[in-house]
């Protein structure tokens, strides 16, 4: 969902969105739409968009590997159900007409998450960039399952533990980061990120006094910008 705030600064509009819709501020992006400073006729004021993460776009592309680290495997990782099996097939036929043979298996199952492992010798083209195309299949497989009568089932794609070790780059990334920014006191724009990864980057520097974090573009990858501001 997106929603609109102004205030007289970029911080109160902020503060508004997280008091208005009751959230955490690593759980929305803030895009600023608009800017007026202050003159001799006009008050200023920033007016921002707020994009919550828990939409469809966050639940389809996003990767909770912090959540799949500490998920308790299942003992049985063959298919429990006609849901399970369709979407087991579905996803298995996908891939095998993309021309790559590929074992999928339940890796696990938790309430409103179904965890799916693929087993390939063809793992680092099904990843592929920064993880688009896994996170491509992905998006087809929360699609399927809502075809099925599932939407409130979340479907994790994952091959190789891909989503955990991409989850320790982008922490060691964020913190790499806030270390140059320290250094510089300039701005480093970051790499185009989906929702889920945004969150991480936001999440790790979150605590870090002297930098601030805000997401920048349109569209689903957006780029988080981390700023330098001082200890106030």
């Known amino acids: 969902m997106t929603y609109e705030f102004e205030g007289k600064t970029e911080k109160e509009a902020i503060e508004m969105a997280v008091n208005e819709l009751g959230l955490e501020r690593d759980q929305f992006d803030?895009?600023?739409?608009?800017?007026?400073?202050?003159?001799?006729?006009?008050?200023?004021?920033?007016?921002?968009?707020?994009?919550?993460?828990?939409?469809?776009?966050?639940?389809?592309?996003?990767?909770?590997?912090?959540?799949?680290?500490?998920?308790?495997?299942?003992?049985?990782?063959?298919?429990?159900?006609?849901?399970?099996?369709?979407?087991?097939?579905?996803?298995?036929?996908?891939?095998?007409?993309?021309?790559?043979?590929?074992?999928?298996?339940?890796?696990?199952?938790?309430?409103?998450?179904?965890?799916?492992?693929?087993?390939?010798?063809?793992?680092?083209?099904?990843?592929?960039?920064?993880?688009?195309?896994?996170?491509?299949?992905?998006?087809?497989a929360n699609i399927y399952a809502g075809r099925l009568g599932h939407e409130e089932v979340r479907v994790i794609l994952d091959t190789e533990n891909y989503r955990i070790r991409r989850e320790e780059t982008l922490v060691r990334l964020a913190y790499t980061t806030a270390d140059k920014v320290r250094q510089s006191r300039n701005s480093i724009l970051l790499e185009p990120m989906n929702p889920f990864e945004r969150r991480l980057i936001h999440t790790t520097l979150n605590d870090i006094p002297d930098v601030e974090t805000k997401s920048e573009g349109e569209g689903v990858f957006k780029q988080v910008r981390v700023l330098y501001k001082g200890i106030r």
């Open 30 to 140: 803030v895009e600023i739409l608009e800017t007026q400073k202050n003159s001799l006729f006009k008050k200023g004021y920033v007016k921002i968009r707020v994009h919550t993460l828990d939409d469809n776009e966050g639940s389809s592309w996003g990767s909770d590997a912090s959540e799949e680290k500490h998920s308790r495997l299942v003992a049985d990782p063959l298919p429990q159900g006609e849901f399970e099996q369709k979407l087991i097939e579905f996803i298995q036929n996908v891939i095998e007409k993309m021309g790559y043979d590929v074992k999928v298996e339940v890796s696990y199952r938790e309430e409103r998450k179904l965890g799916i492992r693929l087993d390939s010798s063809y793992s680092s083209i099904l990843i592929g960039r920064k993880g688009k195309n896994l996170d491509a299949l992905q998006l087809l």
